[in-house]
């Protein structure tokens, strides 16, 4: 993992409502913690080859100065469509990415307007670093619009989706 994506994933839990984030991936572990806006650690551990004696040696990924929430909001990020409809939920990026609504370009998108969705189902894929983040629908309806195009950039927060919930 390198130290660019990690200061990317303290950005993000910054600016999110959790306290907690671990990730672990291929021998790597990020932990981070946070008290209000402040981030408190982050430490990316690499496990020693087989061979050698078992001592990681952390590294630290806090950057010299930790930006505050409404610094990482973007102003370009468009807004949710007017309406009195209190049965819509949007669907929001959870990531800076490019928008995909199908796992490949041969195959056909994951929801269109009219589709019934679970809370735990995959509505779009949001790709981030090579990396392809399945997007689930987060609650129970039926997708009213689809507010992004395929292939677009989409900024953190950005509304993908409206969903009528019963």
Known sequence: MKIQEI???????????IDEFTYESEGTKVKLKKNGAIVNGASAVQPAAPAAPATPAPVSAVPASTPKAEELVSEEVPELPENNDKNLHPILSPMVGTFYQSPSPEEPAY????????????????????????????????????????????????????????
């Open 111 to 166: 929801v269109q307007p009219g589709t019934k969705v679970r809370a735990d189902q995959v509505v779009c894929i949001v790709e981030a670093m090579k990396l392809f983040n399945e997007i689930e629908a987060e609650v129970d309806g039926e997708i009213a619009e689809i507010l992004v195009k395929d292939g677009q950039l989409v900024e953190y927060g950005q509304p993908l989706f409206l969903v009528k919930t019963n």
């Open 7 to 17: 200061r990317e994933i303290i950005k993000l839990v910054d600016s999110s409502s």
